[in-house]
């Protein structure tokens, strides 16, 4: 069974700095567009980032830009987000998605996401 295990999770102080990882088990991240999301208490689940396996751009939330960078090391199937400058507002369960139906496109993400494999999740806490 394909899995996503997110790691890197964590309490940080405002203006801190984490980086989440996401690998992936008995498949490879290699043809899929990638995803990064959260959910706030409250809230609905948001796109923070994502990343086309075709030619490797991104794309970034406005709330984020300038701030996250996703990327992701093949020869390892893993997915990572430099988190950079937290506020309080970033805290959420982090999560990473593969689009499946983006192999059909080489890689290219389109959104919104279709054919979703999750990961379980990560808990990102920002607070002094």
């Known amino acids: 069974q394909v899995q996503l295990v997110e790691s890197g999770g964590g309490l940080v102080q405002p203006g801190g700095s984490l980086k989440l990882s996401c690998a992936a088990s008995?498949?490879?991240?290699?043809?899929?567009?990638i995803g990064w999301f959260r959910q706030a208490p409250g809230k609905e689940r948001e796109m923070v980032s994502s990343?086309?396996?075709?030619?490797?751009?991104?794309s970034y939330a406005d709330s984020v830009k300038g701030r996250f960078t996703i990327s992701r090391d093949k020869g390892e199937d893993t997915a990572f987000l430099q988190m950079n400058g937290l506020k309080p507002e970033d805290t959420a369960v982090y999560y990473c998605?593969?689009?499946?139906?983006?192999?059909?496109?080489?890689?290219?993400?389109?959104?919104?996401?279709?054919?979703?494999?999750w990961g379980q999740g990560t808990q990102v806490s920002v607070s002094s």
């Open positions: 998605a593969v689009d499946r139906s983006s192999a059909l496109r080489g890689g290219r993400c389109l959104l919104p996401f279709s054919s979703v494999v």
């Open positions: 008995k498949w490879t991240l290699d043809y899929y567009c």
């Open positions: 990343l086309s396996a075709s030619d490797g751009s991104t």
